[in-house]
């Protein structure tokens, strides 16, 4: 029904940056929250940055100042801006759909993506 599919991804260095991308596709009317979680090996899966569809932002403290999250409303996308990247940043980032609501029903969703890895080197 609902595919939320990420890119931008890859390999950087300490410092540099990276931007990504996350578009749900599907039946939907409406998106409450989008955000990025991360998971790096042996750690638990971890909320980073989320944005409520009017425009409101939340960062996790090892992100704040570093990380911008946006998202466009009419192409059901949302993006993660990443600068002064460290090598603690290394992980798998998974995009979050939550409080979705499909065209003609009331319920209300959540969905994850894939997943991308970002490698950060130092």
């Known amino acids: 029904q609902v595919q939320l599919v990420e890119s931008g991804g890859g390999l950087v260095q300490a410092g540099g940056s990276l931007r990504l991308s996350c578009a749900a596709s599907?039946?939907?009317?409406?998106?409450?929250?989008m955000g990025w979680y991360r998971q790096a090996p042996g750690k638990e899966r971890e909320l980073i940055a989320q944005?409520?569809?009017?425009?409101?932002?939340n960062y996790a403290d090892s992100v704040k100042g570093r990380f911008t999250i946006s998202r466009d409303n009419a192409k059901n996308t949302v993006y993660l801006q990443m600068n002064s990247l460290k090598p603690e940043d290394t992980a798998v980032y998974y995009c979050?759909?939550?409080?979705?609501?499909?065209?003609?029903?009331?319920?209300?969703?959540?969905?994850w993506g894939q997943g991308t890895q970002v490698t950060v080197s130092s």
């Open positions: 599907g039946s939907i009317y409406s998106i409450g929250v």
């Open positions: 944005i409520i569809s009017g425009g409101t932002t």
């Open positions: 979050n759909a939550d409080g979705v609501v499909l065209t003609g029903a009331s319920n209300q969703f959540r969905y």
